[in-house]
């Protein structure tokens, strides 16, 4: 173990007592989980005790659930009703102060999920970004918004409304990024929320919830701890959720969404799991194509939604690929997120190793062999990757989702073979398409963007950038999430109607000049 630089170290547990329901911050009195980081800070392999959280269960729930209810208020609340640039103000304040917790929650994000010290910074400042993002294209809805139309004697104000109370549960991989990603466009719309951060990466929740409490008017946003069978389970079967806005995975979102009485009445903004393919045509660029594979399978340990978690390589270049391939995944370097230089990194869950030793012994059972010479030694915190070869649809690492350090390799002859897959698999986020033959492209990307949602010509699958659409197919996604899309995602059409006579005209102008309503409203916010 190398020595832990002195501003890494961890000197004090954060035993996390605080929550926030109705805009206080509550000091929770009951059972605490204890919160260990897979980090070892002692020269004998041992977890890292980072601190600890409360143990909630259905009473503080239903309280969450009830304030969220009385902020929107039938739509009465203070919240819902408030004139847009009053919401920017707020979290724009927000914003403000989350940037003074830099240090400390990059500090988290490595000691929680083991991510690597730039990509902790970065992950912050994207998160950053896209709040900042989020304020100017909320700008740019409610200027375009700023008018009436008139169709067939009728006039309409058309903008878009918050539809109610939204259930918030963010992913371990990226606990800040692509939980605001849900949290901050679902309040931003008048939405009031309730947020439980997932099982890793809770703890770098704690230094925001000050600015939560202190930047939004209460109940607008409310934080729990706990398990989510024991918090969201309790909140669904009230039926009295509008919206579910997970990222994880289908098991998870299906069995929450079979807890709501009315499932027609439930708006699901889902990010799902996905088996993202590379597909490698004989004319790949193969030092291109080799960096990127290896980005798109083990960046974060591939640990991401859109990591390559199977490749497709064309029959004549498949020695040559695994062969350099293979050398590149031994040659990264493995250490502690702040080390210099670090690929490959501790990993967050405990039983990870373990479940990906099980898939390659799977694999190899029935005829894989590992391709790399480091492939699959374990350490008390990590499995090395392990590049295998042939893959049969028969193993388990062809059919589950591995969100770990494993890479399945198939070749193929017949370009049939990868779409006919693709086809016929559950998922359908993304695909990397490595060649450069435009008569050989052509046909692929007209039937890849029938079977996913973003094909990444020879580069590696990715969420960014943030305007772009985020989404998938079948048990990948539902609803769209980037900039512009979620917005849009966590709002609904609205507006106010009115026959052209002289009554209403003269109604509506005195409206407009008394300033009186927030939503009728021409007021273009610079």
Not at 99 to 121: A, N, Y
Not at 132 to 157: C, M, P, W
């Amino acid at each position: 173990m190398t020595t832990i630089p002195e501003e890494y170290q961890i000197n004090n547990t954060i035993d996390q007592r605080k929550y926030l329901v109705n805009g206080e911050l509550k000091t929770w009195e009951g059972k605490t989980t204890e919160v260990f980081s897979t980090i070892s800070s002692t020269e004998a392999y041992k977890p890292t005790l980072l601190g600890s959280i409360p143990d909630m269960g259905e009473p503080e729930a239903l309280d969450a659930l009830d304030s969220a209810m009385k902020a929107f208020n039938r739509g009465q609340g203070v919240w819902p009703t408030m004139h847009v640039k009053d919401r920017i103000e707020c979290m724009e304040n927000f914003v403000r102060q989350m940037k003074t917790k830099r240090e400390e929650i990059v500090k988290l994000l490595m000691w929680e999920i083991g991510k690597s010290l730039p990509d902790s910074q970065k992950e912050f400042d994207r998160t950053v970004d896209y709040i900042n993002d989020t304020i100017e294209e909320y700008k740019d809805l409610d200027r375009n918004s700023a008018k009436f139309q008139k169709h067939d004697g009728v006039y309409a104000h058309i903008k878009r409304g918050p539809v109610g109370v939204v259930l918030c549960l963010g992913p371990y991989n990226y606990p800040l990024n692509e939980t605001f990603a849900l949290l901050i466009p679902a309040i931003i719309m008048g939405n009031t929320t309730i947020f439980k951060p997932a099982k890793h990466g809770v703890l770098l929740i704690t230094p925001l919830l000050e600015a939560f409490q202190t930047s939004f008017p209460k109940g607008v946003v409310n934080i729990l701890f706990g398990r989510g069978r024991a918090v969201a389970a309790p909140i669904m079967q009230t039926g009295k959720v509008d919206v579910l806005a997970l990222i994880g995975n289908s098991k998870s979102a299906n069995a929450l969404q079979e807890q709501h009485p009315k499932s027609n009445r439930l708006r699901l903004v889902l990010g799902l799991e996905a088996k993202n393919p590379a597909i490698i045509l004989p004319d790949a660029d193969l030092d291109l194509t080799i960096d990127e594979c290896i980005a798109g399978t083990l960046s974060f340990n591939g640990q991401r939604c859109t990591a390559l978690k199977v490749i497709y390589v064309h029959e004549d270049i498949k020695d040559e690929f695994l062969k350099r391939y293979s050398k590149k995944v031994d040659a990264l370097k493995f250490g502690n997120p702040w080390e210099d230089g670090v690929k490959l990194t501790p990993l967050p869950e405990p039983g990870k190793p373990a479940y990906i030793q099980e898939l390659i012994d799977d694999a190899l059972e029935k005829g894989a062999k590992i391709k790399n010479k480091k492939g699959g030694q374990k350490f008390d915190n990590y499995i090395w990757p392990a590049v295998l070869y042939p893959v049969s649809k028969d193993m388990r690492v062809y059919q589950e989702e591995q969100f770990g350090p494993v890479v399945p390799v198939l070749s193929f002859s017949d370009i049939e073979e990868p779409l006919n897959d693709m086809a016929e698999s559950n998922y359908g986020q993304q695909v990397s398409l490595f060649g450069k033959d435009v008569y050989a492209l052509s046909p692929l990307i007209d039937s890849l963007v029938n079977l996913v949602c973003r094909v990444n010509l020879n580069s590696s699958c990715q969420r960014g950038p943030d305007v772009y659409p985020f989404t998938g197919r079948k048990d990948s996604a539902q609803a769209t999430l980037s900039v512009h899309d979620a917005l849009r995602s966590f709002s609904i059409r609205t507006f106010v109607a009115f026959k052209d006579n002289d009554l209403n005209n003269e109604t509506i102008q005195q409206l407009l000049e008394a300033k009186l309503s927030n939503f009728v409203s021409t007021d273009y916010i610079l």
